[in-house]
């Protein structure tokens, strides 16, 4: 690609320019036909904005009107936006400002550099004194900087676009977490960082023009948010896909397999975490020690071999577990399962496929703990820590998943597939017998996928399952209004005195 000229880049892509499937990354910037497809996270963002702008329509202390009358949010919705009030009253409230429109509903273009700069830039307000502000705010799950809020890429490039704004003044750059009740702000000099933003800038650009030089696709994660998938010579029978105005579903659904056991344990729960990616009102402990092993089998494998004992302890100890009785037995004991002398394809690597026909599209993706080839077979561990809860593989939904994921490699291998889950609590006597699918098993999978992606395209009431023992599992048990475990938010709340308020002066 010779030039990006009128082309839009935002922060997301600035910040995965490196990661990114090139094709993927090409066609975004370039602004390709592709799947139309909701962008469900800025439901909540929009409403939240409309309530502050309005609380800041004149020079004020902000008092946010309630958004429980908002109809067209679901009630998960108006809880993480309730949540966000508090914070934004605990941290701004005793701060009087007044929001001022600062020019950039639409993507900044840059002479310079030949493209469209854009993201959100929430909240410019200024105070009694004529003093600019930038609030920028997370509303889900993510990144939180360290002491600088221009750690961030969404930041860096709102100052940015916001540097005709604010002229040579100083100007207060404030990002707040309000579901986490975080706060990082400082006073950016705007001639003195300008060309050290710029130099970001410029640095991100010629990563993405450079990448997008060659765009060769990489099947992956990425393909489960992709929708530019017509053409794309990872996936032949790629398609775009549509959806109807206020579908909450994507033009391609994407299938993975916690997004699959969450739709058939509650749908509920499916479209609070899958659908609008709403942050968790609960916590979920019983996953840490699971990810902690994977994480460590992971190091363990790429950076030598498993039956080395000096180098598991060099990397159980470089991780702090020297001493942890129950790590070491577990990877003791996968040690005793891992395939000997096989050839490794990876480890904690994602796989995708991708359905066309018969309707409705989907694109499933499945991350594989650990997958070898050997004696003719592909195959894939999935390492559990917990509790045996079927005697056959074949039964579990994600292995299936799984096995008509991984069919199309294993096909070009000459090898058959097999899904083992390896079990390496030392409670745990026997593993369950693998899964090796046959044609048939293949196919009844698909129409398996098909029809549960075609009644995801169908729901409209979405009622949780309201039984005790799924309630008090779920992330959202204490925000949903069927749970049946009922309890109050782990969400960080505070009684503020707007004297000893979160600073953010």
């Known amino acids: 690609m010779e030039t990006i000229a009128a082309s839009k880049v935002t922060p997301y892509l600035l910040r995965r320019a490196d990661t990114m499937c090139a094709?993927?990354?090409?066609?975004?910037?370039?602004?390709?036909?592709?799947?139309?497809?909701?962008v469900n996270r800025s439901r909540v963002r929009d409403a939240f904005l409309a309530v502050v702008r309005e609380a800041h329509a004149e020079l004020r202390a902000p008092v946010l009107r309630p958004f429980a009358t908002m109809v067209d949010l679901v009630p998960e919705e108006r809880q993480v936006l309730e949540q966000a009030a508090h914070w934004y009253h605990a941290i701004f409230g005793g701060r009087p400002a007044q929001w001022v429109d600062a020019g950039v509903e639409e993507p900044t273009f840059s002479r310079r550099l030949g493209i469209r700069l854009g993201g959100w830039v929430d909240l410019t307000v200024v105070d009694g004194d004529g003093a600019k502000e930038l609030r920028q705010f997370e509303l889900w799950d993510g990144r939180v900087p360290g002491d600088d809020p221009l750690e961030l890429d969404s930041v860096r490039a709102a100052v940015l676009?916001?540097?005709?704004?604010?002229?040579?003044?100083?100007?207060?750059?404030?990002?707040a977490d309000l579901v986490r009740g975080l706060v990082r702000a400082?006073?950016?000099?705007?001639?003195?960082?300008?060309?050290?933003?710029?130099?970001?800038?410029?640095?991100?650009?010629?990563?993405?023009?450079?990448?997008?030089?060659?765009?060769?696709a990489i099947a992956g994660a990425d393909c489960g948010s992709c929708g530019f998938v017509a053409a794309c010579p990872e996936h032949p029978t790629g398609a775009h896909g549509s959806t109807v105005r206020g579908d909450l579903l994507p033009g391609i659904v994407s299938v993975t397999p916690t997004a699959l056991d969450s739709w058939h344990r509650c749908r509920r729960e499916w479209r609070s975490h899958h659908v609008l990616q709403l942050p968790a009102s609960d916590g979920d402990p019983g996953t840490f020690h699971g990810r902690q092993v994977h994480d460590l089998l992971r190091l363990v494998h790429t950076q030598g071999s498993c039956r080395d004992r000096v180098h598991v302890t060099s990397v159980l100890d470089g991780h702090g577990f020297a001493d942890d009785d129950r790590v070491l037995a577990e990877v003791g004991r996968h040690a005793r399962r891992c395939p000997d002398g096989a050839r490794p394809l990876g480890h904690e690597v994602t796989h995708a496929r991708f359905h066309r026909t018969p309707l409705p599209l989907f694109m499933a993706t499945a991350r594989i703990d650990a997958l070898w080839v050997h004696d003719g077979v592909l195959d894939a561990h999935d390492y559990k820590t917990g509790q045996v809860w079927s005697d056959r593989v074949r039964e579990d939904r994600q292995a299936r998943l799984q096995a008509w994921v991984l069919e199309p490699l294993a096909r070009r291998l000459g090898a058959r597939v097999r899904i083992t889950f390896e079990h390496l609590a030392v409670e745990v006597d026997d593993d369950p017998e693998p899964f090796e699918p046959d044609a048939d098993d293949l196919a009844h999978i698909e129409e398996e996928l098909r029809a549960t992606v075609e009644a995801m395209r169908a729901e409209v009431a979405y009622s949780g399952v309201a039984e005790r023992e799924s309630c008090s599992r779920c992330r959202y048990r204490s925000i949903c209004p069927d749970s049946a475990a009922p309890s109050e938010p782990t969400w960080a709340r505070v009684e503020v005195d707007h004297d000893d308020a979160p600073d953010a002066a």
């Open 23 to 38: 094709r993927r990354l090409a066609k975004a910037v370039e602004g390709d036909e592709r799947s139309k497809d909701p």
């Open 186 to 216: 400082r006073v950016v000099d705007v001639r003195a960082e300008l060309p050290r933003l710029r130099e970001w800038l410029d640095e991100r650009v010629a990563v993405i023009r450079a990448r997008s030089d060659a765009p060769t």
């Open 161 to 175: 676009r916001l540097a005709g704004w604010a002229g040579d003044a100083a100007f207060r750059v404030v990002w």
